[in-house]
């Protein structure tokens, strides 16, 4: 679909007008999404924007007209009708086949109300063509023309330029020019409104195409004139259609396979990848006009969905005030307040936080803390780390040397890694009476070679990468005992498990213990942008600070270039002040609910494992290790995005989804399943 999109300030400021003279100039077609105000026939409802498009000799068509002379929302609820940005854009490029430019003509400016939650400005994020601006050149209109223009840009679409339209004529004075203006002061500001939008916009990289002057009723008899000032706004819609959005010679899929390295894929062989072009709500919008439901919160961090405005709102903010400034010798508010923030809702103790720039450089730190101290309290022989097999805690060399060192991916780096030590997982189901003898192999192994470990480290309740193993809680708290009576710290990996996905806000509260090291990430930024913390205990932290000089003196090495980044401090607040705010409760044991009606009849069928579900985790497990690309292609078709791999479908959807959505997850799953593609 090219073309562009055109919009106004306000209701009322001839974008009909602008939209059927690029029409004649463009031999464009105008797509209207919604037209009210329409008027009965006895051939049926005629619409007036098509009318005045075709009056002037261009081409026009409205998809959906309602009599009364009011707002999409409104004429639509009055009909018993109700409209989506995903089906008017299905409907749009629909009607779009075939033609070489079209037009969409908005109704009124950008927030006028599609339905309850969306907007015209949604529908343009979905369709994501440029934007031509409509202003009405009267008083008030810089500052509208500016917001407008903040809006539009905000939601990264490309203003492709304003045009200024007079509707009224020029003796006629604003209403809020006041009594006694006249119309010398009038014409003042109209010329002005030329001169002062071209200067600010400009600051905005948006180019002012027109100044369309009082053309009177009859724009027909004008049409000459408006053909000649509309001609630099035709142009420039020109240049953006003829504009190449691919590397000369290259198409984009196929720079990506000669150029880009995708994660634990290899270079010269890689799987099919399928480009993005949007993402609302919990949908991932795909260059050929296809939706995939999102089943995997982009790896487990986009618990609101995407496109959340206190979100970007927070973002964009900080983004004008100070996007980064470093962290060393230097504090800031953002950093402060998340700080303030998490100290609140993370289990009672943790009282000292490090901003680190990512999960595994979280996890990094973590592993230094817990050697830092234990060298501090003259313990120098405690270097190495004890935790269970099957975990996952990055891929940095640090935490891969704590990760599955047998079937985890990092077994090419064996001989690289640091050597630590690693006892069989916890054999005990979540859903299952807690056996003691799980924690024997802990215990043995803590009582012959306490004096080596600095800490254990694990994934609380859920092992996530390695396995989506969920294991009883009593096998962590049963751990908690042993790290205290041999004075051994205890870190607790929630970045995959952190704010909500098993059911309480961190998974470590299902045991009702406080680790002495946690590290978060993922769902932390709402899935926005990168960025992680490491907390302690204040143990921890002044046992560090104690270290005598040749210790290090009581400083902690480590400090990322990225630490504590304003953006990311202010995202990640915003992210955990909507969680927060909303029924993540009340969502999650939904989602628990759906994952496990819809899929429980999997247990036992041919090719499965089995089948488990935990808060708002489903998983599939297989008896082979599926054929990822085979079985990404079947998800692609079935409308769904599903990322298996190993011996594991599993989803993690949106905190948000609707039950619809969730059952098509699973259908999905289920039908892979009956035609034995996991087989």
């Not at 006694?180 to 600051?203: C, F, G, K």
């Not at 995959?496 to 946690?518: K, N, Q, S, V, Y």
């Amino acid at each position: 679909m090219k073309g562009c999109f055109v919009t106004a300030t306000d209701t009322e400021a001839g974008k009909t007008l602008v939209s059927a003279g690029l029409s004649c100039l463009l031999e464009a077609l105008v797509l209207k999404p919604v037209q009210t105000g329409c008027v009965q026939t006895a051939e049926g409802l005629r619409a007036p924007d098509v009318e005045a498009v075709e009056g002037l000799g261009g081409r026009a068509r409205a998809l959906h007209c309602y009599l009364p002379p009011c707002s999409p929302h409104l004429a639509c609820e009055l009909a018993r009708e109700r409209l989506s940005v995903a089906g008017l854009a299905t409907e749009l490029r629909a009607a779009a086949q075939g033609e070489t430019c079209v037009l969409v003509e908005g109704a009124g400016g950008l927030h006028v109300p599609v339905n309850e939650q969306e907007s015209m400005l949604d529908l343009m994020q979905e369709l994501g063509l440029p934007v031509l601006l409509v202003v009405a050149n009267r008083l008030g209109c810089l500052n509208q023309a500016l917001l407008s223009i903040e809006a539009v840009q905000a939601r990264g679409l490309e203003v492709a330029g304003l045009v200024l339209n007079r509707v009224v004529e020029p003796e006629c004075c604003d209403p809020g020019c006041g009594s006694t203006a006249s119309p010398e002061d009038e014409a003042r500001i109209l010329a002005d409104n030329v001169t002062s939008l071209q200067r600010l916009a400009a600051r905005r990289h948006v180019p002012l195409l027109a100044d369309i002057p009082y053309l009177g009723q009859k724009a027909c008899a004008a049409r000459e004139e408006l053909m000649e000032r509309l001609a630099p706004a035709a142009r420039r819609v020109q240049e953006l259609l003829s504009e190449p959005d691919r590397r000369a010679g290259e198409s984009l899929l196929d720079f990506d396979r000669n150029h880009l390295w995708h994660p634990y894929t290899s270079a010269t062989n890689p799987l099919p990848v399928y480009e993005v072009t949007s993402t609302r709500a919990n949908r991932l919008c795909l260059a050929d006009g296809r939706e995939l439901v999102d089943g995997m919160s982009s790896w487990w961090c986009a618990v609101h969905g995407y496109g959340n405005e206190r979100l970007i709102a927070a973002m964009t903010r900080q983004a004008q005030r100070m996007s980064h400034v470093m962290f060393g010798g230097i504090t800031h508010r953002p950093a402060v307040d998340l700080g303030r923030r998490l100290l609140e809702i993370v289990p009672q103790g943790l009282d000292w936080l490090f901003y680190a720039d990512s999960g595994s450089v979280s996890v990094e730190v973590s592993l230094k803390m817990a050697v830092q101290y234990q060298q501090a309290r003259g313990r120098a022989k405690r270097q190495h780390f004890l935790t269970p097999m099957g975990g996952y805690h990055g891929d940095t060399q640090g935490a891969m040397s704590v990760c599955d060192p047998v079937n985890g991916m990092h077994v090419l780096f064996t001989g690289l890694l640091p050597r630590h030590y690693f006892v069989e997982r916890p054999t005990c189901r979540f859903d299952k009476p807690f056996d003691p003898q799980s924690l024997e192999a802990a215990k043995t192994f803590l009582q012959n070679k306490a004096d080596e470990i600095a800490a254990v480290i694990l994934e609380p309740i859920v092992q996530g990468a390695g396995g989506m193993w969920f294991y009883h809680p009593d096998y962590l708290k049963g751990l908690r005992e042993l790290c205290d009576a041999y004075d051994i710290l205890l870190i607790c990996d929630e970045i995959a498990t952190g704010f909500g996905r098993t059911g309480r806000l961190f998974a470590c509260e299902w045991a009702g213990i406080t680790p002495d090291i946690m590290c978060l990430g993922k769902a932390l930024c709402g899935g926005m942008m990168t960025g992680a913390v490491t907390l302690a205990t204040r143990r921890v932290a002044q046992g560090i600070g104690q270290a005598p000089t040749e210790l290090g003196g009581g400083l902690l090495m480590h400090g990322p270039t990225f630490m504590a980044n304003p953006l990311f401090c202010a995202t990640a607040l915003a992210s955990v002040d909507e969680l927060l705010a909303s029924p993540w409760q009340e969502r999650v044991a939904s989602l628990q609910t759906w994952l496990h009606e819809g899929l429980a009849p999997n247990a036992g069928q041919p090719g499965v494992r089995d089948v488990r579900v935990l808060g708002a985790i489903g998983v599939v497990e297989t008896e082979k290790p599926v054929n990822m690309g085979l079985l990404q292609q079947f998800f692609v078709d079935q409308g769904v995005w599903i990322r298996p791999f190993d011996h594991l479908v599993y989803v993690m959807p949106p905190f948000t989804s609707p039950k619809e959505d969730v059952d098509r997850l699973c259908g999905a799953i289920s039908s892979a399943v009956r035609k034995g593609l996991v087989l």
